[in-house]
């Protein structure tokens, strides 16, 4: 037993491969419809902005290194990149999809879980030749692995400063490969002990590229070692809870019980959480808050004294960029993207994030009356807006993004509708519409190849 495990009060033993054979043995017949259903949504949601992120200068940049390089023509860069490795293909639909900032989140691994998972099983099950069933099953086993391991890690592993996305996201990557591979626990144990020993990525390289390049890298490593464990590739299979293992030496907040709590009646998936503006989730609640005040009170910018936005300390260590210079680093910025709600800016568009809008002039006045406080009694994504006006009035509101759209037919209409605006600039808006009839119906697509060559650009 690790030392981090001996300050618990539960028997960790075991837990990598009882985490192993849960997602081993997970089926689609046997899921909850809305596990399912919410699955077929966060494929979806991927593959609109990776669509739309394949025309980012990281992606050009890493289509043209994966073409330099070469490889077995197995699987498709989505957006124009043709045919690569499988491998080189997960890494560069990986970062794409993640350049935006625009993909799903779920809270309980602190991170992006699809961003690390769909493109390594995309990747594989083009290179196999595998049907749309078996693609849903293994995003779901992907998920629910690496939102149980974010739970076991506990705040404290992003507080330190990884980046869940990167490290988190490998162990996901793995066990839907895994998933897809057909492995036994013992197998998928090993795949997850090689994806442990690759883990990585960095929150300060937030506002950078290297953010995306955390999700690339992450499906590509676990789907790297799932391959090489289907090959006989050796590894400890109690990576999680071993002595200097993932968790000894990641977190001081070692809950392994949150990984094994509800298993087979919780389900991960179904709570994940999509994004509506273009920015970092740690923003949301703050411009929802500034958007309502803003309606309710019919606030002029020109005549707010001060807006003080209060959060919890995770977030002021994720998104609280004070001065951004880049379009990127605006994402990360609490006070720029709140100056953008009160303006009546639409931070749903993507092309709103860019040199020239950060360093606009009215944006940037009002940004400067904006303070970041904390405040530890919000949740992990809320916040608490108070809004002083110059004549002496004050507008308060808190807001809570945490909880998933509870009717799943409106989140699809909604998630149909981005996909739309993301998907079609790059493919056309026929082939767009042809993909979100697929992927509604993707239990009785017999080979995804079918989808993924609408996907080309």
């Not at 994940?272 to 309502?292: D, M, P, Q, R, W």
Request: charged share 20%.
């Amino acid at each position: 037993m690790s030392q981090a495990a001996q300050s618990q009060a539960f028997d960790d033993s075991d837990l990598t491969l009882r985490l192993a054979e849960y997602a081993m043995g997970l089926s689609l017949d046997d899921l909850p419809a809305e596990t399912v259903e919410a699955a077929r949504h966060c494929l979806m949601d991927w593959l609109g902005v990776t669509l739309a992120g394949s025309k980012e200068p990281l992606a050009k940049i890493m289509r043209d290194e994966a073409v330099e390089e070469g490889g077995n023509p197995q699987a498709t860069i989505l957006g124009g990149g043709g045919q690569t490795s499988a491998l080189q293909a997960a890494l560069v639909n990986g970062a794409t999809g993640h350049a935006l900032d625009y993909d799903d989140v779920n809270l309980t691994m602190i991170g992006h879980p699809t961003a690390a998972v769909a493109p390594a099983i995309l990747a594989l099950a083009e290179k196999n030749a595998l049907s749309g069933k078996e693609l849903l099953t293994a995003l779901i086993a992907g998920i629910e692995i690496e939102c149980r391991v974010g739970a076991m890690m506990n705040e404290s592993h992003y507080n330190a400063g990884w980046h869940a996305t990167g490290t988190v996201g490998t162990f996901g990557a793995a066990a839907g490969a895994a998933h897809l591979l057909g492995m036994d626990a013992e197998a998928c144990a090993r795949a997850l002990g090689i994806a442990g020993t690759q883990a990585a990525g960095l929150k300060a390289m937030f506002g950078t590229m290297c953010k995306p390049f955390h999700a690339g890298k992450a499906a590509a490593n676990g789907l790297y070692a799932a391959q090489l464990a289907s090959r006989g590739f050796e590894s400890r299979t109690d990576v999680l809870e071993c002595e200097q293992g993932f968790a000894d030496t990641q977190t001081t907040e070692y809950d392994p019980a949150a990984a094994l709590a509800e298993m087979g009646t919780v389900f991960h998936t179904r709570n994940v959480l999509f994004k509506y503006h273009a920015a970092c989730y740690g923003t949301h609640a703050a411009i929802e808050a500034a958007s309502n005040l803003k309606r309710a009170h019919n606030i002029d910018p020109a005549n707010v004294a001060e807006v003080e936005i209060g959060v919890r300390d995770t977030l002021l260590k994720m998104c609280n960029i004070q001065e951004p210079v880049t379009g990127l680093e605006g994402k990360f910025s609490l006070r720029f993207t709140t100056a953008m709600a009160l303006l009546g800016e639409n931070t749903g568009l993507i092309a709103n994030y860019n040199v020239a809008k950060v360093q606009d002039a009215e944006i940037v006045e009002l940004r400067d009356r904006i303070k970041v406080v904390n405040n530890q009694d919000m949740g992990k994504a809320g916040a608490a807006m108070k809004i002083s006006m110059k004549d002496g009035s004050v507008h308060q509101i808190s807001i809570d993004v945490e909880t998933p759209e509870p009717d799943l037919k409106r989140q699809w209409s909604r998630l149909s509708d981005k996909f739309r605006d993301m998907a079609g600039p790059v493919i056309g808006g026929a082939k767009a519409d042809r993909v979100v009839d697929m992927v509604a119906g993707l239990e009785i697509i017999g080979n995804v190849r079918e989808f993924t060559r609408l996907c080309e650009g």
